[in-house]
């Protein structure tokens, strides 16, 4: 498996509370995303990023923002948890723009209640 | 817009049966990417398509890119419990190569 860790793995936080995700890489890969899968909703991507500082929105970016200060590390941060934001929560990471394969970690668990 | 979309959504199979899934879209597919998602994991890469009635086998199975690239399938051969999971294609979205565009999935569930 390629080096990508998420943390936490799983999280249970309250409505209204800020949650910040991590994504770590060890691979030095440029791209890096972040998703969120839902039952019946397959893989939606949140944000991504194609380099340090350099970072855009996905089909569902309302109520997260991210942040990419390093290669390896890629944040994803909910300013104000929502139970609709219940969710589990995939990074992955590629080397070249799509056309190569995406690696993903194991993903985050995360409940909002 | 552009979308990409796979059936069935739901497959059960008995153990050593065969099994296929396909991708459709109603606009040209460029870069056909397939994953296996595993129950409780994350998904896996399997294997990409670029070329028009592309052919590529892994073991027992079989991915099929469209002569008009329409379409593509993955179809397994006899089955075994280790193929469930859910199934998904991703082509590369048009109007931005950073992202993919990604089909809900099928879910096969396998009786042994």
């Known amino acids: 498996d390629a080096g990508i860790t998420q943390s936490p793995r799983h999280k249970v936080t309250e409505t209204g509370t800020p949650v910040t995700l991590r994504c770590h890489q060890t691979?030095?890969?440029?791209?890096m995303y972040w998703y969120r899968q839902d039952p019946g909703h397959g893989l939606r991507l949140i944000h991504y990023?194609?380099?340090?500082?350099?970072?855009d929105k996905g089909e569902v970016s309302d109520g997260y923002s991210v942040s990419r200060s390093k290669t390896e590390d890629f944040l994803l941060t909910l300013e104000s948890a929502t139970s609709s934001q219940t969710s589990v929560y995939f990074c992955?990471?590629?080397?070249?723009?799509?056309?190569?394969?995406?690696?993903f970690g194991q993903g985050t668990r995360l409940t909002v209640v | 817009g552009q979308q990409v979309m796979q059936i069935p959504q739901y497959q059960h199979v008995q153990e050593g049966e065969d099994f296929t899934t396909y991708c459709n879209s109603s606009t040209t597919l460029s870069n056909i990417q397939w994953y296996k998602q595993r129950p409780g994991g994350h998904p896996v890469f399997l294997i990409q398509?670029?070329?028009s009635g592309e052919v590529k086998k892994q073991k027992r199975l079989t991915f099929q890119f469209g002569e008009a690239k329409k379409n593509s399938s993955l179809h397994i051969t006899a089955t075994q419990t280790t193929d469930v999971g859910t199934y998904f294609c991703?082509?590369?979205?048009?109007?931005?190569?950073?992202?993919?565009?990604w089909g809900l999935g099928t879910s096969l569930a396998v009786n042994p």
């Open positions: 398509l670029v070329k």
């Open positions: 990023s194609y380099g340090v500082k350099d970072t």
């Open positions: 992955a990471i590629s080397e070249l723009e799509v056309g190569t394969e995406a690696f």
């Open positions: 691979e030095n890969h440029r791209y």
């Open positions: 991703a082509d590369r979205n048009a109007g931005n190569n950073r992202k993919l565009i």
